[in-house]
Every structure is written in structure tokens, then in C-alpha cells.
């Protein structure tokens, strides 16, 4: 049972939208910053959105992320069949002193 | 060009130890926090622990499944991190990455390639 809490798996059609959410407590994402990570099959996982909104250097403006309260959201604009891959959310949490992760979301691009 | 390339890993014994290491280049590494994260077979990512840099006094926190058999380790002369594995058990079966990390905001930003650490009688 992950402390964060994402849906198994999200769908959609190429070149639509998908957002992923990650729901967490004061604890975690209402008082530290989110991260998410990209894990194509097989591969490390990648950086894709730290400090809850930004986008490491030669990550695509197609993926954005946001952050309200004890939530967090992950966009993916112009769905690619390259876009599929598992991808988690991240952070720090003070009462645990610890980094937690979500359990992890299977995108699926129809 | 930041590379991390993880070595020693393998299988060994119920109760057996392991140390794993992390060569760094194309940063500072003097000035890098350093973490380790594991995804066990089919599963998610879990965060083991870090190191900070010897200036924010070299301390570590580890995840309580962990504590006090894995021990985190750096060596700067050697633009080298380790990880140290004792007692271990069957559910520490898992493809173990090292990781650079943005210490402000606790992301990690750069990762190795992954070693695999196979516990098994």
C-alpha cells in the first residue's frame, strides 16, 4: 500500500490528452514538492516534472504538471505510441522523514 | 555528460551481505546528494535512502524496512557511492538504481542504469 495513491492504469487515443493524479496528505504533497518520473519498459526511470510544475531540460512542453493542496496532477498532451510507459509520482515526507512514491500508472495510447 | 554506472550486485543467501557501488561522472559529485531507489520484480519504485554532501554533514536517512542493515556510503576522492547490504532477505529481491538528487525539492534528477540483487536459498 504506497503512501501516494495513483489509478492502476489511465487510456487514451494518440494525440489526445491523459492527466494522472496522485493524491497524498499534508505530510507529503501539501507541504513538499512532487515529482514524477517516466519508466519506459525495460529502461530507469526519467525525470519528467520536479518542483511540482517544471520540466527538466529537453523534457516536451506536451507534459505539464500541477499541484492543489494534498493532490497532484500529471498532463500528457499529444499522445504518442512512445508515450507509454509507467510513470509515478514523488516526495518528501516530513512526518515519515522519508521520499514516497505512488504506486505507479500504466498508460495505455490507443 | 552525467553518468551513473552501478556495479556489484547479484544473487546470494537469506542473511547474506552485498555492497553495491555507483561510479559518477560528468558533475560535482562532491556537491551531490546521492540516493538509492529500488522497483523489486513487477512491482513500483521505493525510495532506500540518501546521502547528503560532506558540507551538509554527510547524513543519511534510510526507509524503515531498511534501517540499520543498509548503510550509505560516499567516497569523494573516488567520485564513488555505496551501498552497503546486510542481513539480507528475500524481499530485498530487487533492481537497485542510483540516483542524483535535486536537493531543494527531493527529485532525482539523474539515474544508473540499475544493478540486480537477487536474494534466494
Known amino acids: 500500500q504506497s503512501v501516494l495513491t495513483q489509478p492502476p492504469s489511465v487510456s487514451a487515443a494518440s494525440g489526445q490528452k491523459v492527466t494522472i493524479s496522485c493524491s497524498g496528505s499534508?505530510?507529503?504533497?501539501?507541504?513538499?514538492?512532487v515529482s514524477w518520473y517516466q519508466q519506459l519498459p525495460g529502461t530507469a526511470p526519467k525525470l519528467l516534472i520536479y518542483d511540482n510544475t517544471k520540466r527538466p531540460s529537453g523534457i516536451p512542453d506536451r507534459f505539464s504538471g500541477s499541484k492543489s493542496g494534498t493532490s497532484a496532477t500529471l498532463g500528457i498532451s499529444g499522445l504518442q505510441t512512445g508515450d507509454e510507459a509507467d510513470y509515478y509520482c514523488a516526495a518528501w515526507d516530513s512526518s515519515l522523514s522519508i521520499v514516497v512514491f505512488g504506486g505507479g500508472t500504466k498508460l495505455t495510447v490507443l | 555528460e552525467v553518468q551513473l554506472v552501478g556495479s556489484g550486485g547479484g544473487l546470494v543467501k537469506p542473511g547474506g551481505s552485498l555492497r553495491l557501488s555507483c561510479a559518477a561522472s560528468?558533475?560535482?559529485?562532491?556537491?551531490?546528494?546521492m540516493s538509492w531507489v529500488r522497483q523489486a520484480p513487477g512491482k513500483g519504485l521505493e525510495w532506500v535512502g540518501h546521502?547528503?554532501?560532506?558540507?551538509?554533514?554527510?547524513?543519511?536517512d534510510y526507509v524503515a524496512p531498511v534501517k540499520g542493515r543498509f548503510t550509505i556510503s560516499r567516497d569523494d576522492s573516488r567520485n564513488t557511492l555505496f551501498l552497503q547490504m546486510n542481513s539480507l532477505k528475500t524481499e530485498d529481491t530487487a533492481v537497485y538504481y542510483c540516483?542524483?538528487?535535486?536537493?531543494?525539492?527531493?527529485?532525482?534528477?539523474?539515474w544508473g542504469q540499475g544493478t540486480i540483487v537477487t536474494v534466494s536459498s
Open positions: 546521502i547528503k554532501t560532506k558540507s551538509d554533514g554527510a547524513t543519511t
Open positions: 499534508n505530510s507529503n504533497i501539501g507541504n513538499n514538492y
Open positions: 540516483t542524483t538528487v535535486l536537493r531543494l525539492v527531493q527529485a532525482f534528477d539523474f
Open positions: 560528468g558533475f560535482i559529485f562532491n556537491k551531490a546528494w
